[in-house]
Each structure stands twice: as structure tokens, then as C-alpha cells.
């Protein structure tokens, strides 16, 4: 696993003596918003301390985080690695140069990898409102994060989809499961991200402003969920 030194600077949300906290991103099964999550995460926290991205998933092709990074049209507020190995998976927290740390995870069955991704201060599992997604998810919730620190998040969701996501929400909580409050609607400007999805000011449709509110919703949330002071500040890039 390699990556740069954090850079240099004043932030908001500074390293900390103890370590870095961690975010996981995973979920029982591929195509469900895993990476676009990770990504954002990354992209969010990475406005207010050094941050860096682990590609967990190295094997995905196509829509994975680095080619994500590798579309963006603004530079990445984070440091993007690769690595699935589960030893170096288990000392990012001395990596104590950075703020946080944000995973993205394989959808595989190797429980050693599992149990790993479950240690992390944060876990967000994508679920589209889709009855067999939301079927996986839901195992490899009960059996791996019973008593640890994770959300549901609902991604995916089209424009048709929003009653069932509305339902599917609902019956999580009335479940005890903690949710997301935001979702992540499916627009073009999430599937084709490049960075300006995620500025208020740096488009003009419809869609891309929602996307974006989705996407600072989502930062926020997680870090309310990591007991962080901060909240992401709107960033407006260079014309």
C-alpha cells in the first residue's frame, strides 16, 4: 500500500495523535452504489482534514474509485491507495498523518476481510430499494455488524423508485436498523461523476444541483455518525 505524505497544511479537522477514523464502505453484493459512496466520503471529508481512499475492491474494472479519481476535473482532496491485503487493511489506523480514512470494500465472502471492513469507526452499506439487494444486505448485516457503529444507505434510488424507498426505510427503523436520512437518487450526475457534481455553483441543471445536495447530505451524515464537530463546507471551484 502506498501513498503520499498528507499535505502540509491548516485544517479544519486536523490529524490526531491517535489515529486516523476509519470509514468502511461494503455490502453483500456488486452494482449497488458501493463505490460512488466510498467516493463521495472520500471526496466530502477530504474538505476538512487529510483523508486518504483505499481501493479494497482492485479486481472491479469499471465505475471503481480510481477510475472515479481518474475522471475528476478538479483536483482530489484526498490520497487515493490500493490494497486488499488484510494485514495492511488492519494498520491504517497508525496511519496517523491522516484525518480519516475511507475503504472501499470488495463485495466478496472472505470473512477475514469482513471482519476487518466491521472494525472500522463508521460502517455505510449501500442498498438500492430493490427486494434481492436488499435481501443480501441484510445478511451480511445481522452476521458481520451486530454491535458495531453502521448505517444503511439507500442508493439508486430512481425517480420511480421513491415510494419503495420511503417503505424500505421505514420498515429498517421500525427494525431497529439504523438508516441513512438521505439517499442517493440516480441521476446522470452521479453515474458520470467528474467532481463538479458536488459543487453547488459549478453547474446549472436541475439534477446536478439535487446530486449535489445528496452528495453534502451524505458527508454530513457521517460525520454526525463519527461524533465529529464539523460539518462540510460548500466549496465553489476556480473558474
Known amino acids: 500500500m502506498k501513498q503520499r505524505e498528507a499535505e502540509d497544511r491548516e485544517w479544519a479537522a486536523p490529524p490526531r495523535p491517535e489515529g486516523p477514523k476509519v470509514v468502511a464502505v461494503w455490502g453483500g453484493k456488486g452494482g449497488i452504489g458501493k463505490s ?26 469499471d465505475g471503481g474509485v480510481t477510475e472515479l479519481t481518474k475522471s475528476l476535473k478538479v483536483p482530489a482532496p484526498y490520497e487515493l491507495t490500493e490494497t486488499d491485503s488484510v494485514a495492511e487493511l488492519g494498520n491504517i489506523r497508525k496511519l496517523a498523518q491522516f484525518r480519516y480514512v475511507v475503504t472501499d470494500n470488495a463485495p466478496h465472502r472472505d470473512e477475514s476481510k469482513l471482519r476487518e471492513a466491521a ?13 434481492l439487494d ?20 439507500l442508493t439508486m434510488v430512481k425517480h420511480t423508485d421513491k415510494p419503495r424507498a420511503r417503505a424500505m426505510k421505514t420498515s429498517l427503523q421500525d427494525l431497529g436498523i439504523p438508516v441513512f436520512d438521505g439517499w442517493m437518487r440516480m441521476y446522470n450526475a452521479h453515474e458520470n461523476l467528474n467532481g463538479l457534481s458536488v459543487f453547488h455553483n459549478a453547474h446549472e441543471d436541475d439534477q446536478a444541483k439535487k446530486a449535489t445536495e445528496d452528495a453534502y447530505m451524505f458527508g454530513n451524515e457521517i460525520l454526525a455518525a463519527l461524533n465529529e464537530p464539523f460539518t462540510v463546507p460548500e466549496v465553489i471551484p476556480a473558474r
Open 36 to 61: 460512488t459512496d466510498a467516493f463521495l466520503a472520500a471526496f466530502m471529508l477530504g474538505q476538512l482534514g487529510p483523508t486518504l481512499l483505499i481501493n479494497a475492491d482492485m479486481k472491479q474494472e
Open 119 to 131: 472494525k472500522a469507526d463508521l460502517t455505510v452499506v449501500p442498498a438500492p430499494p430493490r427486494r
Open 134 to 153: 436488499s435481501k443480501a444486505v441484510m445478511a451480511s448485516t445481522r452476521q458481520y455488524l451486530a454491535g458495531t457503529n453502521f448505517r444503511i444507505h
